[in-house]
């Protein structure tokens, strides 16, 4: 929409706007002075448009300005001589008639902006929330945020499509505990009596159900007064919450394949896999998680009946775990980093393993304890070949599983063997 400051953003004009009096707005991302000219790329949310600058008064005017100055531009749009095929706007650019200064900052930031002069996660974080409004001009934090919003309109449309009306459910509530701590808020009216926030709509989207709504959902903020997790931040997130009338478990997985599997497949260029359906027992057992990635080939398997009769004490009355890797091209400081990472980060006492090479050699940690009944055992139920290698994990059943889930993720990662070009849910 053309107002006093725009006519046009600074992304849409090319090759067919020539000869065009149009007005821009926005900042500074870089100026050069090349003495007869002087150029300036303007960036809004939209893109970058180049701006030559001939008029010596205007020249003088920008003496005075900055790297993330904002600015309007009166001017006329002329085929660039040098085409930056780089950007959109790359044809054309915007011989100044007229420049209007919006807003001025010191010449020198905080930190670095252009995305492409700086990695910004290399910013010190707490320079970085001081200057929040600089960091959110990074290329790439602004991007971010932009996307979050495409995606949350594209989940609102799809729950839309499948029949879902959108209700927004109370935030200041009384309690629905969910695992953590609530965050509470004093009642001005009421002394000595709280709020809680909620840690998410549970009692709220029940009572939608049993009042006749047949179908909920909302892209509901749940505030958990918990530590910091790695796919988390502390305090307050947000989550795709839905309810459904009349439904069974299969009906609630459809949803989630439908509108998981879609938003997936239109914001990412990986390809979407799987929503294999697999039960808590079968994940602990294959995967020691109940979030397993399913694009690591690695499995975990029970090879507690094969050691029943050892004479390694360590496994004695425990559940063994076992996972198999192709070892042809591991040398023995792979081993020995695994055994360390086992001790280091999972603080266990140690971790079993063997080799088994040409002519039914077998070294490792254990290699003494590894009979022929075993060995032929572990051929028979694992499929042991020639240059692959085997790890073991011997405690109680569920810790052994989580134990196992943690190697099998380290050393699908050290093996570099879990494609990334690709999604799988389960």
């Keep these: 929409m053309a107002n006093k400051y725009r006519t046009n953003n600074c992304g849409e004009l090319n090759i067919s706007n020539v000869g065009s009096e149009v007005k821009l707005a ?21 893109g970058i448009t180049q701006i030559v600058v001939a008029d010596e008064e205007l020249k003088k005017q920008l003496e005075s300005l900055y790297t993330e100055c904002v600015i309007s531009v009166e001017g006329t749009v002329v085929e660039r001589s040098n085409k930056n095929k780089k950007i959109p706007t790359g044809d054309i650019e915007i011989d100044a008639k007229k420049i209007t200064v919006l807003g001025t900052c010191e010449p020198t930031l905080p930190f670095e902006i252009n995305s492409e002069k700086i990695d910004i996660s290399q910013v010190r974080e707490d320079l970085r929330l001081e200057y929040r409004f600089l960091d959110l001009r990074n290329e790439k934090i602004h991007n971010n945020i932009l996307l979050r919003s495409q995606v949350m309109k594209t989940i609102r449309e799809k729950m839309d499509e499948m029949g879902f009306a959108e209700v927004q459910t109370p935030i200041l509530a009384n309690s629905s505990p969910e695992g953590a701590r609530d965050f509470l808020v004093p009642s001005r009216l009421h002394p000595g009596e709280f709020y809680a926030l909620p840690q998410a709509p549970q009692q709220f989207k029940q009572l939608l159900m049993i009042s006749g709504f047949d179908k909920y ?11 910091p997790r790695a796919d988390r931040a502390p305090g307050e997130f947000y989550q795709l919450d839905f309810e459904m009338s009349f439904a069974e478990e ?28 697999i039960t808590f027992k079968e994940a602990m057992d294959k995967y020691g998680i109940d979030k397993p990635d399913l694009r690591n080939p690695l499995i975990i398997q029970d090879v507690t009946d094969i050691f029943k009769d ?17 070892a042809k091209d591991t040398t023995r400081r792979f081993f020995d980093d695994m055994v360390k990472y086992a001790v280091e980060e999972l603080e266990l006492g140690g971790l079993a393993w063997i080799k088994y090479t040409e002519n039914n050699q077998i070294s490792g940690t254990i290699s003494k304890f590894i009979t022929e009944d075993i060995l032929k055992s572990l051929k028979d139920k694992m499929g042991l070949k020639e240059n692959e290698a085997i790890f073991f994990i011997a405690d109680e059943y569920m810790n052994a599983c989580k134990i196992a889930g943690q190697i099998r993720i380290e050393l699908g990662n050290r093996l570099n063997i879990i494609p990334n070009d690709k999604y799988y849910f389960c």
């Design 26 to 46: 926005g900042w500074i991302q870089r100026i050069r002075n090349l003495g007869g000219m002087t150029f300036v790329d303007l960036r809004d949310q939209y």
């Design 217 to 227: 959902f909302q892209i509901a903020p749940c505030f958990r007064d918990e530590d």
């Design 250 to 277: 299969k009906d609630v997985q459809d949803v989630l394949k439908e509108v998981v599997g879609s938003t997936f497949k239109k914001y990412t260029n990986k390809e979407v896999v799987g929503f294999e359906r």
């Design 310 to 326: 050892s004479e390694f004490k360590v496994f004695k009355n425990k559940t063994i775990k076992a996972i198999k890797i192709n």
